[in-house]
């Protein structure tokens, strides 16, 4: 296993949750890791990303000032910090990491799924109103 996501649970609207990813093998040797979503019946995602050795985060704004990515570069791990949950968060959360070429290859693509080579089996976020 190369990715494994964890922290999804049940929590009340408003609440908060901490979603945890560790990164091994070639999946921690890449660029950027990041979080999607997928919720019932929709397309997955993007929700936000951080580069490993710079640290420069990119949210989606649906997580503007409610999620804060974050990592570990020393226990290659990456953090999802989420507060103000609302229901409409509810789906799988996954985790993934993703080789770009650099900084500018990164800004321009950090929110395609298909730049993203290496797949957690994904985390169940449940918000309940």
């Known amino acids: 296993v190369q990715l494994q996501a964890s922290g999804g649970g049940l929590v009340q609207a408003g609440g908060s949750l901490r979603l945890s990813c560790a990164a091994s093998?070639?999946?921690?040797?890449?660029?950027?890791v990041g979080w999607f979503r997928q919720a019932p019946g929709k397309e997955r995602e993007f929700v936000a990303a951080?580069?490993?050795?710079?640290?420069?985060?990119r949210y989606a704004d649906h997580a503007k000032g409610r999620f804060t990515i974050s990592r570990d570069n020393t226990l290659s791990m990456g953090y999802l910090e989420m507060n103000s949950l609302n229901p409409e968060d509810t789906g799988v959360f996954y985790c993934t990491t993703g080789s770009f070429s650099n900084d500018f290859d990164y800004a321009r693509d950090y929110m395609k799924a298909g730049r993203y080579t290496y797949w957690g089996q994904g985390t169940q976020v449940t918000v309940s109103s």
């Open positions: 951080v580069t490993w050795r710079s640290g420069s985060r």
């Open positions: 093998g070639r999946a921690a040797v890449t660029y950027a």
